[in-house]
């Protein structure tokens, strides 16, 4: 379950850090085009106004965070990756990966920590919008940094260091 849990937190790192990069390369006007849509959503024009001014103020604030937004999204992207690589890795029982998985999950634990501490004006105007449209954005990084220390606990208990040991002495027998 952790090694099943690393992959998908490497995804999810994926993911977010490469469309952190994708906004700070792309046409800043595509944020908007995608919020457009979610205007069909709302039912008054007093909240389409709200929306719109939201997400103006929004695109304001990350370009203000480009700093701080785009070098935590760059690591995000790296580290993401490294937990996909190392938790298939050690899905398939190689020598050293689990090791290496809970110093990278323990990197993006930190990083996930260090983004909560920088980016609460980002973090902010997200809720702002995502309150009026209806998705849950609050919380996202306390669960992550949380999996990320659940995943470092499992993987570094007796048995799961005992099953990795026996599972890498397996292979080099075959």
Do not use: K
């Amino acid at each position: 379950m952790a090694l099943i849990a690393a992959w998908l937190l490497g995804a999810v790192g994926l993911m977010s850090g490469g469309s952190i990069v994708a906004f700070y390369r792309e046409d800043a006007s595509e944020l908007r085009q995608s919020l457009d849509r979610d205007e069909e959503h709302l039912l008054s024009e007093d909240e389409r106004a709200l929306l719109r001014e939201r997400t103006e103020r929004l695109n304001d604030v990350l370009e203000r965070a480009r700093r701080r937004e785009f070098p935590l999204g760059v690591g995000t992207l790296v580290l993401g990756g490294a937990m996909v690589a190392l938790a298939a890795r050690s899905m398939s029982g190689r020598e050293g990966a689990r090791g290496a998985l809970v110093q990278v999950t323990l990197a993006r634990a930190a990083l996930v920590a260090a983004a909560f501490l920088l980016t609460a004006d980002v973090r902010a105007a997200e809720f702002a919008i995502a309150n009026l449209v209806g998705y849950l954005s609050e919380g996202g990084m306390i669960l992550q940094g949380l999996t990320c220390l659940l995943v470092v606990v499992a993987l570094t208990r007796r048995g799961s260091r005992a099953f990795f040991r026996a599972a890498e002495d397996s292979i080099w027998e075959r």
